[in-house]
């Protein structure tokens, strides 16, 4: 028994869990195993739970004890507060009254005499004031009359900096005339002068900012900021140094788009020396930056925005056409591209930096004129997405705050948002475009299939050496979805590949399809010429059968490769819900090579969907990719189950395709027996009026005779049938066909299931172990299982032939005729029956066609015309009982 204090620590636990189950796995004390077999003593485990079963009775007892105290301490306390409450009020009413009392006793202590000298006094403090205001006001009127002269005159002494304070000075004066008649035309005037001003600063400010004089621009930013010209200031320097880089790009001659110059370069080739230059003339700025501006940060953010913004062709504009040139094979080429923009990114955010620690923390850092940061502010506003999952915030912590100083709550610069917005169309397309690329190499893969006719002996070795090459090219695709996307494309990767996968398994399936009606194929026979000589199988069957066989054995193939695929997809998509979940919880972690204006972007874009996070979820809770816990513990839980297929289509269609094969090794397999069959329908036997029961002689003596034999083809069908094992017999080392049991024909997963069982419970020391079929759950096949499973789809198939297409192309039966072929079909049924096959539709026609005419007639009128049985209704057509 435990003791209180360890009785109140165990019920102290419970709050630490938020499954019963793994509470009590860790309360109990279990000696540790590491090969992990539980081999712990039961009485001793129940001694543990009898001890925990007491320590909760104990806790609850404690737990009730407590709560009835505190409804007795609430049900005492309840009256004493509403008397406290009254109290209360009462003695707020009593204060309200000493307070009022005291304040007129305060005024009636002041003399009459005493109130009116203050009021006197407060009434002439009130007409200076105005006064005073009356004075600004006509000092401002007289100066605003000689202002047009004063500034005039100090442009044409070039005193440039007193003539933008005397502007300035005007300036703040304008709120006097604000709501006045006035406003309007000081308004003009001061907009006038400014504009004069700043005509005669352009010439000298464009001279200064080429011969890169930065104490000048300093001056001149000094004089445009006092007449509210910064953003025209910033506007001349920014034309003027970026005009290099712009013209670099204007006049950039290039093959693959703008026209497709014949002898230009590369978009690819260009894209790099165009960063290269642009890189260089940052570096070359930041120090003058630096100098003339006092937020050099957001200037430089300004300045790349600018100079990206005022190229011409716009960069979406080229990467539009680039697109359009490469066609198909344009993803690619547009990733070489965005690389090239990343890696210029991650220089300008180093060039950031350094501007950052070399210039002082000063407050005009984060203020910045008004229209700047509106505007700012609206552009940022403007690239918002609806596809903000609820609950998400934006990350938008900026280069200033990152290095933890007191400007952590500056706006983010956006130049790398104006540089990765063109990408964006093509990035949210990425699905398209990925299937696209896949499709043209899945051309070029097959292209030296249709230049030549293939023999369809090459055909199983040409399936597996394309479907190497078809997941080579798949691979691929997930590096590509990372560079491109980082990981937000991975849903459209995963539709991409799949609906890849299937169109070339249904390719493959049409063209088996296709190739049962093409020419005569010969395949060596590696059976022995005595070992099935009896058989009735032609060169063109065996060599039928092999070619199905070696493809099943190609789909096997192919469905082991898909699975690797499959396990390699998975990986990708849970390191990618992975670095999603890291994101999540740490708002800094940027995404691998992307900016943080990039990764702003793919987050508020239509590909962070409700279906990407349903599928990472997905990932995450497959049990295939996790090790489980170790723990020396006993867990309550069940062993993983498989994991689900990402590849739906793509399983069905090479699921569709083993099917297809598998029809055709069943049809040549059974063309022997369904020859037999051919003119079984024509048998004058059908015909005969004698009654086959009995035989009349000479002498008129009925004889009586033994049971109808049965006909010739029958026998023939029969004796096929009997030795459809030892066929199989033969190919029972080829594991093809132990792939795609499940797709087999006529086989019911119960009858397949129970096969199996059944040989699990007799195994057998000199049975083949096979590798399991990847569409079904992992289970040991041998031989035995495999042969009854193809023994049971052939029967099932040949019967259904018989009974939906031989029986019925009868045109009549006599009573004789009926005899024999109810002793047909009794012979057919106990022969089908020693192969485990029982047929219902075999039955019917063994029934019906062997009733005496009274008893057929009687069942079929006793019969509904509507719920009639097909196999009756037909009988009964034969029998002459309608």
């Not at 070399?358 to 403007?382: F, I, K, N």
């Amino acid at each position: 028994m435990s003791t209180p204090s360890s009785t109140t620590h165990i019920v102290d636990t419970l709050q630490q869990y938020e499954d019963a189950v793994s509470w009590i796995n860790d309360t109990l004390i279990l000696p540790d195993d590491d090969e992990l077999t539980f081999t712990v003593d039961l009485t001793e485990l129940e001694q543990q739970i009898n001890q925990l079963l007491t320590a909760l009775d104990i806790g609850s007892e404690d737990t009730s004890t407590h709560l009835e105290r505190l409804i007795d301490d609430v049900s005492r306390g309840i009256p004493r507060l509403a008397y406290d409450l009254h109290f209360m009020k009462d003695g707020a009413s009593t204060l309200q009254n000493a307070l009022v009392a005291v304040l007129q006793r305060s005024r009636d202590a002041v003399p009459k005499e005493t109130s009116i000298a203050l009021d006197n006094l407060h009434q002439l403090d009130t007409i200076k004031g105005r006064m005073e205001a009356a004075r600004e006001v006509l000092r401002e009127a007289e100066s605003w009359s000689t202002l047009e002269h004063e500034v005039t005159a100090l442009i044409a002494e070039k005193s440039y900096a007193k003539a933008a304070e005397r502007l300035s000075d005007a300036n703040k004066s304008m709120v006097v005339w604000q709501n006045t008649i006035e406003y309007d035309p000081r308004r003009t005037l001061m907009v006038n002068l400014q504009n004069q001003l700043e005509a005669a600063l352009s010439t000298a400010l464009l001279s200064a900012i080429n011969a890169q004089d930065s104490a000048a621009c300093k001056n001149y930013f000094a004089i445009f900021s006092d007449i509210q010209r910064e953003s025209e200031f910033r506007n001349y320097y920014y034309a003027s140094r970026r005009s290099p880089v712009v013209s670099l790009w204007h006049t950039a001659s290039l093959s693959d788009c703008d026209g497709q110059e014949p002898d230009g370069v590369l978009f690819t080739d260009f894209l790099p020396r165009f960063y290269s230059n642009f890189a260089t003339l940052l570096n070359n700025e930041r120090s003058s930056i630096s100098s003339i501006f006092p937020n050099p940060v957001i200037t430089t953010s300004q300045f790349i925005s600018s100079t990206m913004s005022s190229l011409q062709p716009a960069m979406s504009q080229r990467l539009v056409a680039f697109s359009m040139y490469y066609g198909d094979a344009a993803l690619p080429q547009l990733i070489v591209a965005l690389r090239a923009t990343e890696e210029f990114a991650t220089g300008v955010e180093k060039v950031m930096e350094k501007i950052q620690f070399a210039s002082p923390m000063l407050p005009s850092m984060t203020s910045g004129s008004s229209a700047e940061r509106t505007s700012t502010h609206r552009r940022r506003q403007s690239r918002m997405s609806i596809s903000l999952r609820p609950g998400q915030h934006r990350s938008t912590s900026n280069p200033i705050g990152t290095f933890g100083t007191a400007n952590s709550t500056t706006e983010p610069m956006e130049w790398d948002q104006e540089m990765f917005q063109p990408f964006l169309d093509f990035q949210v397309d990425y699905g398209s475009l990925e299937r696209r690329f896949l499709e043209q190499s899945l051309f070029k893969i097959i292209a030296s299939d249709t230049r030549e006719k293939v023999q369809a002996t090459d055909r199983p070795r040409l399936f597996r050496e394309r479907a190497v090459d078809i997941f080579g090219a798949a691979e691929d695709s997930m590096n590509r979805c990372k560079l491109f996307t980082h990981g937000y494309g991975a849903a459209g990767l995963l539709q991409t590949l799949d609906g890849f996968f299937q169109s070339f398994f249904d390719m493959w399936t049409a063209d088996v399809q296709s190739e049962s009606h093409g020419p005569p194929s010969v395949f060596n026979n590696t059976i022995s010429d005595g070992e099935l000589a009896d058989l009735d199988y032609t060169a063109q069957d065996w060599s039928d059968i092999q070619l199905s066989l070696h493809l099943l054995a190609s789909a096997r193939s192919v469905s082991d490769r898909l699975s690797v695929f499959e396990t390699k997809l998975r990986n990708y998509l849970s390191q990618v819900a992975s670095h999603f979940k890291f994101a999540v919880n740490d708002p800094n972690n940027l995404l691998t090579g992307a900016t943080r204006g990039e990764s702003q972007l793919l987050e508020q874009s239509t590909l962070n969907s409700a279906e990407l996070h349903s599928l990472l979820r997905f990932v995450e809770n497959d049990p295939s990719i996790k090790d489980p816990p170790f723990s020396s513990s006993v867990r309550l839980q069940a062993p993983p189950s498989p994991p689900e297929p990402l590849l739906k289509s793509a399983r069905k269609a090479l699921s569709n395709f083993a099917l297809t094969c598998q029809n055709a090794l069943i049809k040549t397999i059974l063309t022997p027996l369904r020859n037999h069959l051919s003119s079984y329908p024509s048998l004058p036997a059908w015909r005969l009026s004698v009654d086959p029961n009995s035989s009349t002689s000479r002498n008129d003596l009925k004889v009586p005779t033994f049971s109808l034999s049965p006909t010739e083809a029958v026998q023939r069908v029969a004796e096929g049938l009997l030795n459809l094992p030892r066929l199989f017999e033969v190919y029972a080392d080829d594991d093809a066909l132990a792939f795609g049991l499940e797709t087999l024909p006529f086989l019911e997963s119960d009858t397949l299931k129970s096969l199996t069982e059944q040989v699990q419970e007799t195994p057998n020391q000199t049975s083949h172990r096979r590798r399991p079929s990847t569409f079904m759950k992992p289970v040991a096949i041998d031989a035995e299982a495999v042969s009854s499973a193809w023994l049971i789809s052939l029967g099932h198939s040949f019967l259904q032939y018989l009974t939906s297409d031989i029986l019925p192309a009868i045109p009549s039966l006599t009573t004789s005729g009926a005899a024999q072929l109810a002793s047909d079909l009794e012979y057919l049924s106990n022969i089908v029956r020693a192969l485990n096959v029982e047929h219902a539709a075999l039955d019917k026609w063994k029934t019906y066609v062997s009733l005496p005419d009274e008893d057929g007639v009687k069942a079929f009128r006793e019969g509904d015309a509507q719920t009639i049985d097909p196999v009756l209704d037909r009988v009964s057509r034969l029998r002459g009982w309608r």
